[in-house]
């Protein structure tokens, strides 16, 4: 059985570089452990948990709702119009009143400074369940699900294919962390934010080995090869200019050809036909379920760490 690490307990988790590589580790074992049924304790026992939801959800919600059950604890889950964040209240105010109820918050939010400032306010724990800048619980789950492909992650190569984004964003900094090579393919202009690559770069001692170019030749020889939408929301009224900035970047059949043992990896929703072919996504290679499930065991690993009672 693997115990707590108890210097994770009470933070807030907004960022994969929030973790140290050890702390990182921590985390994906238990994951591997709770999938596996070899660790079924329930740290969450009587402790409630609110979520907030400023975006549409599928897989955050329910992959949190049923880990959190899973683990013992029980869910307040807040709408936009419920809460109205910044507008019916301050983003102070609302972490202050939350504090006085729940143990803990899961919030998927527009903007990652309002994220920021509820972390900020909040004496409970704060889990980032998507933002504008990182995705964080997505890139848990997505090197959960590589290790679970090819083992250790220094001998594995993840080639990114679209939008610099923030799911780009949270698998750089877990790349820094744990070793994984990443090469970063983009149009010129869509590449992931300079800060993004200066903080992985700290967090990696200088050791990450992330490249970002427009080539797509920068994909052979993958290992993986990841793919996420071209228009996020909020991005709407961008649709066909990205459309044609990206239709190259599109992975298809003869661009998956070009790594020939590559598994094929989306966070999902997925837009058939454009960022990925239907030929492509449910084909062989295809592993996009297999992330979608680790989800739950990923959230799961990390709120024991960070919401588990002490023992």
């Known amino acids: 059985m ?3 690490v108890q210097t994770l307990r009470g933070r807030d988790f907004l960022d994969v570089a929030d973790l140290s590589r050890e702390e990182l580790r921590q985390v994906l074992d238990l994951a591997h452990e709770i999938k596996a049924g070899r660790w079924r304790e329930r740290p969450l026992e009587s402790a409630h948990i609110a979520m907030l939801f400023q975006k549409p959800s599928h897989r955050t919600r329910v992959s949190f709702e049923v880990g959190i059950a899973r683990l ?3 869910t307040t889950t807040l709408s936009e119009q419920d809460v109205q ?10 972490a202050r009143v939350l504090d006085r109820y729940v143990d803990g918050i899961v919030a998927r939010l527009r903007s990652h400074q309002d994220l920021v400032e509820l972390a900020r306010s909040a004496d409970k724990p704060v889990i980032n369940g998507l933002t504008d800048r990182s995705h964080p619980c997505q890139a848990l789950a997505d090197l959960m699900t590589l290790e679970e492909l090819g083992g250790d992650l220094t001998g594995q190569r993840l080639a ?8 780009v964003a949270s698998l750089i900094e877990g790349c820094a962390l744990t070793g994984l090579t990443l090469t970063v393919i983009t149009p010129d202009g869509y590449g992931p934010p300079d800060s993004v690559l200066q903080r992985a770069r700290k967090v990696g001692s200088g050791t990450a080995d992330i490249t970002v170019t427009t080539d797509i030749s920068g994909l052979d020889d993958a290992t993986a090869i990841y793919t996420d939408v071209w228009t996020s ?3 709407e009224g961008e649709r066909e200019v990205r459309r044609k900035a990206f239709m190259e970047y599109q992975v298809n059949q003869a661009l998956m050809e070009r790594a020939p043992s590559a598994v094929f990896m989306h966070c999902l929703p997925a837009h058939r036909g454009e960022e990925v072919t239907d030929e492509v996504i449910d084909g062989p290679r295809s592993v996009v379920f297999q992330q ?3 989800r739950l065991y990923a959230q799961m690993a990390l709120m024991a760490e960070l919401l588990g009672a002490e023992a």
């Open 292 to 294: 979608a499930g680790n």
């Open 85 to 94: 964040l910044g507008v019916r209240e301050s983003i102070s105010d609302a």
């Open 233 to 235: 929301m909020g991005q």
């Open 160 to 167: 990114y294919v679209g939008d610099g984004n923030n799911v």
């Open 72 to 74: 013992g604890g029980s």
């Open 2 to 4: 693997i115990a707590a």
